[in-house]
């Protein structure tokens, strides 16, 4: 009785985890939608969310004694190598997310993300050199044709806003293969990985705003309109909206499996282009509607090949072995070390460990963050 009520209390409380991830991300996106309408300058939006974040998770870090960087040991060659990365991708995607609202209506813009685990495998490829299996690569394939499709048949397209979502889609993926290096090297903690990067973000960009934007904003006549006041309320409860959303993914993905995280992202994806047409009461068209679908469902095949090729990686990792001189590494306080021993196994894949009165047994790796 008690391990029903235990998994019901679960199912309840990813149900309403859900629901305020999908409701804050849709309602973000027709937000965002709204302000662009009247205030085209989306790089200070993506300012405004990028600050917003860095202001919102502050008191969460205190309040929750997150360890701070210096406890972790963090060197100043990892900043350059990751951490910075991280911070460029966090703008560039930010930005050009923004410039494909502004640009072409919410559902293509999500269409086109959907082409996030193209750029995933190609980055992890190059960049943590894992290679995917046949069913990986071949899962692409309806995404692309799925949002060639949406492309093809979309009524209000626009270039500069298909490149931007594109670009919007390399940078998100460029996180999430720099975050998922940062989770497994070090061990730090989500929230203050989002907190660190947002803050190097916005001061690292802060020039590059004051140049584009801000003196056009202060040179147009948009206080002398009778709906700045509504259009700031807007920006901030967007603000407001984005760093919720990233906080509640964050919780989401340490509650589920990677596979179940991916899968419920997807349907995120869905609720947003159905939300925002809905809202926003954009023309579609059949053949237009049958590209998203294809493009969802190819992510749903990637996922499915995603988790199968974790399920091989698991079975061919070598039985427990006997480490009789343990180290313990300082980066995983708790439960995690690094492998010391010597004994030469063949080149197997990476997987953080558990200790157990000295045998060494392989744990699940490590989820990317989920910055889209």
């Known amino acids: 009785m008690a391990r029903k009520l235990s998994t019901l209390n679960f199912v309840l409380r990813v149900i309403f985890i859900c629901t305020i991830w999908y409701s804050t991300s849709a309602f973000g996106n027709i937000v965002v939608k709204t302000v662009l309408t009247t205030f085209p300058y989306p790089v200070t939006v993506a300012m405004m969310q990028i600050l917003s974040t860095v202001v919102y998770v502050r008191p969460l870090l205190r309040s929750w004694r997150v360890p701070d960087l210096a406890s972790i040991g963090f060197k100043r060659d990892y900043y350059w190598k990751v951490i ?19 640009k072409v209506p919410v559902s293509y813009a999500h269409t086109v993300k959907a082409l996030m685990p ?17 069913k990986v690569y071949l899962s692409i394939v309806p995404i ?21 979502a594109l670009i919007s889609c390399l940078g998100f993926s460029l996180q999430n293969v720099f975050s998922k290096k940062s989770l497994k090297d070090t061990g730090i903690h989500h929230l203050r990985l989002l907190y660190t990067i947002a803050s190097i973000s916005f001061f690292m960009f802060l020039p590059f705003w004051l140049y584009t934007d801000i003196w056009n904003v202060l040179e147009s006549n948009f206080f002398s309109t ?23 993914a964050f919780t989401f ?23 925002s047409i809905f809202f926003l009461r954009n023309e579609v068209h059949g053949t237009n509607v049958f590209g998203m679908g294809m493009a969802v469902f190819g992510i749903l095949l990637y996922n499915k090949a995603k988790f199968d090729q974790r399920k091989e990686q ?7 072995i006997t480490n009789t001189n343990p180290v313990k590494n300082h980066l995983f306080e708790d439960h995690f070390s690094i492998p010391t021993g010597s004994a030469k196994l063949g080149p197997v894949p990476y997987v953080p460990e558990s200790r157990f009165n000295g045998a060494i047994y392989p744990l699940q790796k490590t989820a990317g963050v989920p910055f889209s």
């Open 84 to 102: 910075v990365p991280l911070a460029f991708g966090k703008f560039l995607s930010s930005v050009s997310s923004q410039i494909s609202i502004w």
């Open 118 to 134: 193209l750029f995933t495998v190609m980055l992890s490829r190059i960049v943590l050199k894992e290679h995917q299996t046949r």
């Open 144 to 164: 692309i044709a799925g949002v060639l499709i949406a492309t093809v048949t979309e009524i209000s397209f626009d270039l500069v806003g298909m490149i931007s």
């Open 226 to 248: 009778p709906h700045w006041g509504r259009t700031i309320l807007l920006i901030l409860l967007d603000g407001f909206l984005n760093c919720t959303q990233n906080i509640v």
């Open 253 to 275: 993905i340490s509650m589920v499996s990677p596979l179940s995280y991916s899968v419920a992202n997807t349907m995120k994806r869905v609720a947003i282009i159905g939300l």
């Open 314 to 320: 698991k079975r061919a990792t070598p039985l427990p």
